[in-house]
């Protein structure tokens, strides 16, 4: 059995997220044949790091992320902090030759996001960025139909994921809302999710013409009074990809209504996929040869990707959990026995190059290369 221990930057939101998988990750997977382990955990303060350690399940608590990274007893450095500081501790834990799972959006430019993935390439470790949602059952069987061919070329992707988090003005300013600390807001918060479906689904995006609006421009700050709101509040973009079909993109937090509404419809030659994360054990299937040419729901269960590892039975529902669990087992299994693992490093500068087109194109009012 090898081990790989885990050293957390982070103890939010995603902290948790991760840590639930880690724990859970010998009771559905105990095939795995690694035994992963909560090492030490980091967080903005020690005392936040202190409460994270006692609830995740950590050994040891460091009150320095580079203290962190520097322990010989870390393999897997996950680093789950705000966007801006991806980019130094991704570069740092690479110099000490620790594996890196991190958090999306990968960085804060696409500059930032080659060095890093340069970096990791000269220290010889596995890199693996967390768009978590292509590992969703459903959209892995939806990417399993796509490659069994009878679909025929793809002609239009609908991307969209819509929130209503801040559709409320006097929703209060976070980390997210700042273009210091988030590089970008709803874009690369949850747009980013989408062109990596786009990626996932239908391979490189040629060039993009987008459109960005920020609708509240300041908000009640923590410390009384408010704050500028400098970054994007929704994303509207049309999309070439390089195999020739053409797309949209939609994201926002300001759907009143949609609380967490990602999803796709693809149209092809033969046929069309939809998927829609609130009804993430599902996905709609259309064959437009058959005799019905209408959508099929599938309901997802033990015969489909990873199914096995869960409940007896289609449609008893995975949710978050089990998405993250799937993220972290493969991770691991290429750590630990070298396989294959997908995004890495280098699929997050494809991402983060369309994020950046998306953002140019929306400045200057035109389309732009990706
Ligand atoms: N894949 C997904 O579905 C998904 C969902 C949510 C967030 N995210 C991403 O995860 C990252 C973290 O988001 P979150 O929602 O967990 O945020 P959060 O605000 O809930 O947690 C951030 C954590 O970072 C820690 N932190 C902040 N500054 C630090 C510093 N200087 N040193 C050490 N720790 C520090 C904080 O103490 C906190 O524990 C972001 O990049 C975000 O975009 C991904």
Redesign the pocket.
Known sequence: MKTLRFGF???????KAHAQAIRALPICFPDLEVDLQLQAV???SAA?AKVAARRFGFAEVEED?RTLIAREDIDVVSI????H?HHEMALAAAAAGKHILL???MAMTVAQCEEMEAAAQKAGVRTML?F?YRRTPAVIHARAVIDQGWLGRPRAFRGRYLQDWLADPDAPVN?RLAGSSAGSGTLG?IGSHVVDFAHYLLGDIDRVSAMLRTWVAERPSDGGGRQAVDVDDEVMCMLEFANGAIGSIEATRFAPGRKNDLGFEINFENGSLAFDYERMNELKVCDFRSDEPDFKTIHLGPRHPYGAHFWPIPALGMGYHEVKMIEIHDFARAVAFGEAVHPDFADGVRNQKVLAAIQASAGHGAWHAA
């Open positions: 930057i982070g103890a939010g939101f995603m902290g980091a967080a903005s936040t992320w789950l902090t705000p966007n500081l958090e999306k959006p967390c978590n980390w918060d």
